[in-house]
């Protein structure tokens, strides 16, 4: 293996410097990218279109302007880091899929999405779109259309989804850095079934102009990486008041709140619960290992205790369910045939809810994050797991949990769904090793979620970045040979 190929398994940070100091040229970042994503993707899947030209187009324009004297470009934080996004997100010259067979039929966009607008800005490089579950909705990735998203760590598991080929790309080494959504957890439930780090923003924090929506009030976009280091790096990145007619309604105009330079402040001063109850009645032995593992380490031994939380998660899916429903419901009535069925039924089934249960769900929401307000006032982080188990077969329609029999599909959400509908930030940091009980398997990983206080991402990634610095989480490349 190459230099070059090596550079790109590793970090985004170290590719970056590496293309300031001259050592490699962004074009043979970009070409080791090309060739590791054409090399594994016929067995991850994680591609549903590579943008091989774009790519080599846009690292020939960084070298020739390097080579030029640019300095500021020369000082750009993700220079020359090859990068991908959920096909959800508009890339020009491209339909935006959003995993499904409808869109096929939607014309290509003009222009890119404002996070991949941004993320270029700061030097990286577009190489392709990545798969979904269809629309966002749901938990594993097993595209009817595009084919399931393989877990790189295990062939023959799912990623997690909705957004399982933005991590499972991370984890193969095929990009350093993606880009995916979360509405109930498709972030945090991919990242702990690929063993990558994955950040849900606070709600409103980054814009989501050039995204094609699932469920408006409750989703957010965000970063895949192999460490917090670079996470942190492409949030900054990304972060910020967005300005233009089409800008994203639901996005606060805060200004750069940077979180990169705050990580090696580590976890002094913060004070750290464990959730109680809901929190370990629902994960299954080699999870409650792995936050047991993430509290020692960090020395939290208080227990928190989240009330309301089977409420929060209730209204979280009534209000997913209308909301998605009424977004696709002019295609429900004319080509139904053409979604997924699971996808269909669901929507077709939000379509039908009362009002008044859309509004009660919408009172205890607010009651709900009231309460995890209080308790925000004792504690600066806390910690869950992120999944309830570790990542099941692809086709597996159950799971056994703690002596319940579970459907894979609604269930692999358990744990994140109660902080999507309330819009906290959380990370999750991927954690190897022996379950304490028996259980799942200890070669895969299982995700812990760190919960941070509504725009606390810098505390959130400071937890992250002292659990990965002792080794307690860490994101190696899948063992696929290339």
């Not at 906290?424 to 995700?447: F, H, K, Q, S, Y």
């Amino acid at each position: 293996m190459s230099g070059v190929d090596t550079l790109v398994l590793g970090a985004a940070d170290a590719m970056a410097q590496a293309v300031r100091t001259g050592e490699v040229s962004a074009t043979a970042l970009a070409q080791a990218s090309l060739a590791r994503i054409e090399a594994t993707d016929a067995r991850v899947n994680a591609f549903t279109a590579v943008t091989g030209d774009r790519a080599l187009a846009r690292a020939a324009a960084l070298d020739a302007a390097l080579a030029q004297g640019d300095e500021a470009l020369r000082a750009s934080p993700l220079l020359g880091v090859p990068f991908a996004v959920k096909n959800l997100f508009d890339i020009a010259g491209l339909s935006t899929l959003a995993g499904s067979k409808i869109e096929r039929d939607s014309p290509p966009k003009a222009h890119d999405a404002e996070l991949v607008r941004r993320l270029e800005a700061a030097g990286a490089v577009l190489v392709g779109a990545l798969n979904m579950d269809e629309y966002a909705y749901g938990f594993t990735t097993e595209n009817s259309h595009e084919g399931p998203v393989h877990n790189p760590h295990d062939l023959e598991r799912i990623a997690g989804g909705s957004s399982g080929g933005s991590a499972a790309a991370v984890a193969a080494g095929q990009v350093p850095l993606t880009l995916g959504s979360d509405t109930n957890g498709s972030i945090r439930v991919p990242s702990s079934l690929c063993g990558v780090f994955g950040l849900k923003p606070t709600f409103g924090r980054l814009p989501r102009s050039g995204s094609y929506p699932f469920v408006s009030s409750l989703d957010h976009l965000g970063p895949f990486a192999r460490s917090v280091g670079d996470l942190a790096l492409a949030y900054d990145a990304m972060q910020g008041p967005e300005t233009g007619a089409l800008r994203d309604a639901g996005c606060l105009q805060r200004p750069l709140e940077a979180t990169h330079a705050e990580l090696a402040k580590g976890t002094q001063g913060l004070r750290i619960g464990v959730l109680d109850g809901y929190f370990r009645r629902y994960a299954g032995a080699q999870a409650l290992a792995a936050v047991d593992a993430a509290a020692q380490m960090l020395g939290a031994i208080e227990v928190a205790h989240l009330p309301l939380v089977e409420a929060g998660r209730a209204a979280a899916f009534l209000i997913t369910n209308a909301e998605g429903g009424a977004l696709h419901l002019s295609d429900l009535r004319t080509r139904a045939e053409d979604f997924e069925p699971l996808s269909r039924d669901r929507f077709l089934a939000g379509t039908l809810l009362p009002a008044a249960w859309i509004d009660r769900a919408q009172r205890v929401r607010r009651v709900y994050a009231q309460a995890v307000a209080r308790l925000f006032e004792h504690f600066d982080i806390l910690l869950a797991p992120a999944t309830p188990c570790a990542a099941t077969t692809i086709g597996q329609e159950w799971f056994e949990l703690n002596g319940q029999r579970m459907l894979v599909r609604p269930n692999m959400g358990l744990l994140t769904q109660p902080f999507s509908c309330i819009g906290l930030p959380v990370c999750a940091v991927p954690v190897w090793g022996e379950p304490a009980r028996g259980g799942e398997p200890a070669a895969l990983p299982i995700g812990v979620q760190v919960i941070g206080a509504p725009w606390r991402e810098d505390r959130v990634l400071r937890v992250a970045a002292a659990l990965q610095a002792t080794g307690v989480a860490h994101a190696p490349v899948a063992a696929l040979t290339a």
